[in-house]
């Protein structure tokens, strides 16, 4: 058997189209011979590579250079042949044009890497211009005359993950000032989804010291409640000592101190 008909062998192997005649056979050389089973194995390795990557096309020029390649190491092949230790064998060339398929296809991957990556990048980007349009939304419209339109772009806010600093303050404004009690509930409770963030537990504890709504009174509490915060117990033991402070905005605190205590 030449060399050719071997590499048709190991190719017909892996391509799981031996007789089973042929394929007894094959084992047992694998069995006899090392060096052959060796050859086997570097054959595989090349096969699986190959047949286990996703279906690409590769590009014209790629194509063309292998083929080139291939073609030149043939010629180099027939020069070889006659003079080459005959320890190589028949594998030696297999494995060197084995070689330079690798070659070829880890530059090939390479390329689809740098465009998975670009494309990557520019997704990234595309991404952060629109979470910055929209927030730009969201400040314009918390600014509007209508108090429906301030509302609109403060609930705005559940469409964002992580929101600017300036949005935190743009919000913390709107409830400090703004003169609809709606557009400040709308306010407090877009706030309330960052309770993590120690600027929106400064801000309740700042507003707290100072409102006089009962609704919004409420609502700080009891954020302020879930959020665990200690430094709430000085405000909220101001507000148990106003006299103007409603009773059952006292019974809220009294009800909610043992919780952050």
Known sequence: MNKDEMTAWIAAYYDGTLTPEALKAFEKKRKDSNEFDQEVEAYGILFEAITTEEQEVPSKALEANFLKMLEEEKVNQAKVVSIAPERKGWGFGVLKIAASVAVLISIFYLGRYSKFTETQNQITLVERETVEAKQMAMLAMMENQSANKRIQGVQYVEELHEPDPAIIRALAERLQFDENTTVRMAALEAL??????????????????????????????????????????????????????????????????????
């Open 192 to 261: 309330s989804k960052f309770q993590s963030s120690e600027e929106v537990k400064l801000v309740f504890l700042k507003i707290l010291e100072s409102e006089k709504n009962p609704s919004i009174q409420i609502a700080l509490i009891q954020n302020l409640v879930n959020m665990r915060e200690k430094k709430a117990i000085k405000p909220m033991q101001k507000l148990l000592e106003q006299e103007d402070t409603q009773p059952f905005i006292k019974n809220e605190i009294n009800q909610a101190l043992p919780k952050i205590i």
